[in-house]
Every structure is written in C-alpha cells, then in structure tokens.
C-alpha cells in the first residue's frame, strides 16, 4: 500500500481505544495491524484514500469499504470473518486520508502460503474447506449477493477443528440488482486466475449468479488438494489465462489426487465446469453430498 | 431410462399389450384424443396389467395460439376446462400464466395421474424470443402454483420448443443457465423438441430433428437439468431415447403413428394429404431405422442380425404383421436399445453409444456391399448426424 501510515503515528491516533498495535499484512490499498480492543486482540484495517484519484474514484473507494463493512454485518456465521468493535471512521495523518475499522482477530493461516510450504491436505480437511465455501456462497446467495473474490488469499485455515475455516475480503461482494459502483462496463472485479468464464461476457452483469462463485470455489479447493492451479500456468500473461479459463478444460483432480474418493473429485470438477448450468446449483444437496463423504 | 406410450388418435389395446410385454413403463395421455371422463377407466385398465405404470397428461397447452384459426385440428382439447385461446400478448401479463397454471391444476389434480404435467407456450425460433420469457415464466411459477393445490404428487414443467431453439448455442446456454438455477423449480421438466418432416418419408430418421446440433442440444437439456436434480421425460423421442437416456433422461415416449414418433406443431393443422395409411415397418436396431416388410426380408437372408432376435420378432415371420403390432414391436426395440446401453457411468453410455451407431453404419456398408444400396445417401448422412452428435455432446457437456 502507498503511504503506510507509521505505526507509532497510527497507535497514537488510536490511543484509548486501541493497544499494543503491531503491523500484520498489505495490499492493494489496505493495511492490517493487529491490535487490542478492551485486552480483546482484533485486525484493525487502514485503507488509503489517494488524494489524486478524481472523486468519482473515491466515491467507488469508499463505497467499497462501506459495502465490505454492510456485507460483513449481514453475513454473520462462522464462515465469515465478523466485525470488530471499531467502527469505521475516517481519519488523515500527515494530510493523507484513511478510513479505518476493525474485524475479529483470525489465529491462522491463509491457503496461499500454506501452498507455498507445499501442504497437501487431507480429505477430512478438504471436506471441512469445501463445507465452508459451499455455506458461505449459501450465505450470499440468501442476501443476493456474490462474493467474486474467492481465493486461497481469501480462505484461512484457523487452528480451531470447531472453526476449521474462514472466508474473508468481500470488498468486491456484488448484490445482484443493485447499482454498479463502478461506470466501467468493460471492468472486470476479482483475481483473473479465480473468475468464472460467465465474467468475460459482455452482458456479465445482467446474467452473472452465485455459480460463479461456487466455480471460484472449485478451483480454490482443487488448487488447495493439488498444489497446481487447474487453469493458469505459471509465467504466462493475462491474456493466455483469459482463454484458458474461457478454453482449457481442467485436468480431472483424480488424476493429481488418486488418493482421495472419486466422488469427492467429480464434485470439485463439476464444479469447474465453463457453463453455469454444468456446475450444480443446489447448494443444499451438494452440502449433503460432501458430508456424506466425511 | 423408462419408456412411455405417446399416446394419440386411435389407441386400441396398444398400451395394455405394451405394458403386458413389460416394454413400456408408462403413458402419456393426449389431451387432444383422451377424454376427461375415460382416463379413471384407462387408468384402471393399465393398473390391472401394471400396478407401477406411471401414468400422465400432456395437456397440450402449446396449441393455445392455433385455436383460433379455422383450419385448426385440436381433437378433444377445447372440451377439457383448463383450454382456452390465448394471444401472445396476453401472456405477456404474469396474471393470465398464473391463472392458466391454476385452472389446469384444479382440473388435471382430480385425475389418477402419477405425476402432473404443467402446461406451457411453444418457443418457435429462439431462446431469445418474447414466447421464451413467457415460457420461461410458466416453468418460474409452476411449482408455485401447484403447491396451491396441497397435492403431494411430482410437477414437471413443460419445455416444447422448436429444434431451430438450439441451434444457437449462446441463446440456449443463456436459458440452459436460467432453468437451472430457479428458485422455486418444479421436480421435472417434460421436454418436446419439434422439427418439420423433410419431404414424404414420415421416419424420423429423414426429419430435421437429425441434426447433429439438435440431438446434441436435446442431449444437453437431459444433461443440465439431470445434474441439477430435475427428473427429465421426454417426449416423441422414439430413437433418439437412448441417446437422451445416457445424457440423463429418465424417460423417453413414441408411439404408433409418425406423428406421435417426433413432435410438430404442424400436427394441430388441417392438411390436404390424402388418406393413405402408412406402410407397416420393421424397427431395426441394427439399423437403428425403420424397414418395411420386404425389405426386411431380404435383408436378413443377406446380414441376419437386422433382425433384433426378440420376441416381437415373429409377428414379421409370417407376412406383414396386423398395423397394432407395430408398435409393440418399436417398443421393444427401444426398450432393449435402452437397456444395451445406458449404464451408470456417462462416459461408457456413450462410447455405448459410439458403438452402437458404428454397427449401423458397417451395416449401411455391408447392405450396399451386396447390391442393396438402401437409401445409401440419405443413411449416411443420418449416421453422421448421430455420430456427431455424440462428440458434439461430449464438447458442451465438457465430458
């Protein structure tokens, strides 16, 4: 993030409500500290508002944060991460506007970097992961809206076997009819890799449903058994990804995990399908057929 | 995959000797040429022979804009309460769909039927067409409606649509994603797929619904609504059941006159085609085509298995066999392609499949081989339009 305001300048500003802040993480235009709240640890997230972005742009900024923020308050179930005691609030420090806000504190891990140590899962855990995506796009879906952001950054494996995982990050959740925030009809939100075909239509916002977030699902829990993305190759440009993911048919997981039950695979390919209509819309009978497998 | 009687016009004891031969698993009653009041006596007839038949309407619905022309040919239907003429634009008013879901319900509910059949418009061109919103919005609220009724029984939705519908593949993926995600779906969907006879030859194998990207889309409709959970009957499939069985179906229907072997709406319109009554045919699994009695056999003097070697067979040993005969003997041959090759998994359905139109087409060769080039051309182009279909298939359903 540009202009990371210093921790000694932000737990002054904090003084009284937050203690012993500590820097945790970045990106984009987010910041993560963790801090305590009344001896309660929580994430305190500090987003950047630029000053030289037009005000439409940071109108979208703020209505982003606002829109994470309203999302997280009706989704509340283990599944996602919860609010924390801070509400949001904007504040500047050296002239530089942020806005600030806390979430509940996550003892974990995210999958990205338990890729990067080459972790292979087992089934009881893939299970546990694919429960937990399949009831929060549940989740979503009875609120109208699509999460579009799903990823292995965005799920983190918790060391509580009652909370096994969490979903984070729906900055970028989409509420079906509601307005677009952003005026980019050609603006595509999410992580290439992870978006469903149906995003490359032209008409993606009139026809776009939960689906594509069951597909983003699909290849996070493929990705996570395997340790290899089921679409992109390493090295290669947007571009060979964008036809992949519109083209290339994944390799079935068996075939990279013939140690887990052919049932279990055929779920997660079907659920990679290209066509919405392919991937199984009945969340609640797919929950059903994944516990079966526990 | 079950087979049903399509039925229509001049039912005589077909059905009961079907269900005797155990080569149906059930019916689906025209509304056109099945009475109200006589379908508790049929029904109790089909019992008495098969107390697990499944026994449906097909309300047929679909002929709603037809009834007003002069040269209509609607049968019984105005007879039945739900019936009424509807122009396009009043269906456009979610009211009218609401209220014609209902008075058929009410009506069809009284009836010892298995299941309920829900009426619907005919899509003619395009899934992207105004009667495909109306359609669309029949399927949306059948549920809804039905379980206004408190009957317990299973609701199919029905889908009758033009086989031009599926041929652009982005309209029909659009409306395969729409169906599939409902809110309130129903259990199932009763599908009719309609396509013109091409010249005089009344055999589905000369129709255009073989076409390589129709069966392919009639196979994918099977397909996603399968996944999805609907149970999938289809309607005058006659040989394209078990293409649509290995994609999913749970049942296929044909009967005894062309018109109930391959659906069209031309059926509800007067013509001036003389009386004539059809030549009584042979169904060929070998072939997987209908042959007439001499053609039978002289052929199998030349290659014996175009004979199926089943029990309907020596109704054909003597001479032509009785015109009644001929669909006990087209079931059975259904029925026995059903069960050679639809299997549990897909993947081995359809190389089931593969194989089956590959002894066809040997056949078709060996035939010309001896001198019989039976219809060489037109054969060959079926053979490659059910071939293609398959792979087709295999490509949208990215199997």
Not at chain 1, 120 to 141: F, G, M, N, R, V
Not at chain 1, 179 to 203: H, I
Not at chain 2, 168 to 180: C, G, M, P, R, V
Not at chain 2, 313 to 339: C, M, T
């Amino acid at each position: 993030m540009e202009y990371l305001p210093a921790l000694e300048q932000l737990q002054n500003l904090l003084k009284g409500k937050v203690d012993s802040l500590s820097y945790l993480d970045q990106g984009g235009f987010k910041a993560v500290y963790k801090g305590y709240v009344q001896e309660r640890p929580e994430a305190i997230k500090v987003v950047y508002l630029p000053a030289d972005i037009d005000e439409e742009d940071r109108i979208e900024l703020i209505g982003r944060v606002k829109r994470e923020i309203e999302t997280l308050g009706k989704c509340k179930s283990p599944e996602f991460v919860q609010l924390g005691s801070l509400p949001p609030e904007s504040i500047n420090i050296n002239g530089i506007d942020y806005i600030i806000y806390s979430e509940e504190y996550l003892d974990g891990e995210n999958l990205r970097s338990k890729l990067s140590e080459n972790y292979k899962p087992d089934l009881s855990e893939l299970i546990q992961l694919t429960k937990t995506l399949l009831k929060a796009i549940k989740l979503l879906k009875e609120n109208d809206l699509i999460h579009r952001d799903i990823k292995p950054d965005n799920a983190i494996k918790l060391k509580s076997p009652k909370r096994p995982f969490v979903i984070l990050d729906l900055g970028i959740a989409f509420k079906i009819h509601g307005t677009a925030l952003t005026r980019n009809s050609m603006f595509r939100p999410g992580t290439l890799p992870y978006m469903a075909p149906e995003m490359f239509n032209p008409r993606f916002r009139e026809n776009i449903d939960y689906r594509s977030d069951m597909y983003s699902a699909g290849i996070t829990v493929y990705e996570y058994a395997s340790g290899v993305h089921p679409i992109r190759k390493r090295g290669e440009d947007a571009y060979t990804t964008m036809y992949r993911i519109l083209k290339t048919r994944p390799q079935p997981l068996s075939t990279l995990r013939p140690d887990l039950p052919s049932d279990f695979c055929k779920i997660i390919d079907q659920l990679v399908k290209k066509l919405p209509a392919l991937r199984p819309a009945s969340i609640q009978k797919l929950l059903k057929k994944v516990k079966e497998l526990s | 995959m079950k087979l049903f009687a399509q039925h229509g016009y001049s039912p005589g004891d077909k059905i009961i000797n079907g269900f005797k031969d155990n080569t149906i698993d059930g019916v689906i009653f025209s509304a056109r040429y099945e009475k109200m009041e006589k379908i508790l006596g049929d029904a109790k007839d089909i019992n008495s022979v098969s107390a697990d038949a499944e026994i449906l309407l097909d309300p047929e619905f679909y002929t709603c804009f037809y009834a007003h022309q002069p040269d209509a040919k609607l049968g019984g239907l105005n007879e039945w309460p739900y019936f009424s003429t509807h122009r396009r634009g009043q269906l456009e008013s979610s009211e009218t769909v609401e209220k014609i879901l209902a008075d058929t319900f009410d009506t069809v509910v009284k009836l010892p039927l298995t299941s309920i059949i829900a009426p619907n418009i005919f899509i003619p061109r395009s899934f992207n067409s105004i009667e495909a919103v109306i359609a669309k919005n029949f399927i949306r609220k059948t549920q809804q409606l039905f379980k206004k009724t408190g009957d317990k029984r299973s609701v199919f939705a029905t889908l009758a649509i033009d086989r031009d519908t599926l041929l652009d593949q982005t309209e029909f993926e659009e409306f395969l994603n729409d169906i599939t995600a409902l809110d309130n779906p129903p259990d199932g969907f009763y599908i009719i797929v309609g396509g013109g006879i091409t010249d005089d030859q009344t055999e589905i194998s000369r129709s255009e619904i073989i076409h390589a990207d129709v069966i392919a889309g009639w196979m994918m409709l099977n397909y996603t609504l399968s996944i999805n959970g609907f149970k999938v009957i289809n309607g005058f499939s006659d040989i394209l059941t078990p293409f649509l069985g290995c994609a999913g179906g749970y049942a296929g229907a044909t009967g005894w006159w062309s018109n109930l072997r391959m659906f069209s709406m031309s059926r509800y319109i007067s013509t001036v085609s003389g009386g004539r009554l059809p030549t009584i045919r042979y169904l060929s699994n070998a072939l997987l085509n209908r042959i007439t009695h001499g053609e039978r056999r002289a052929f199998i003097k030349l290659i014996p298995e175009i004979n199926n070697g089943l029990p309907r067979d020596s109704d054909y040993e003597v001479g032509e066999p009785d015109r009644k005969v001929e669909v006990l003997q087209s079931w059975e041959a259904i029925s026995h392609l059903n069960i050679e090759n639809i299997v549990s998994d897909m993947g081995e359905s359809l190389q089931s499949l593969e194989k089956m139109v590959n002894r066809a087409e040997i056949t078709y060769t060996n035939l010309a081989g001896y001198g019989l080039p039976f219809n060489r051309e037109a054969n060959r182009e079926y053979m490659e339009a059910l071939m293609e279909s398959i792979q087709a298939f295999r490509r949208n359903a990215e199997i």
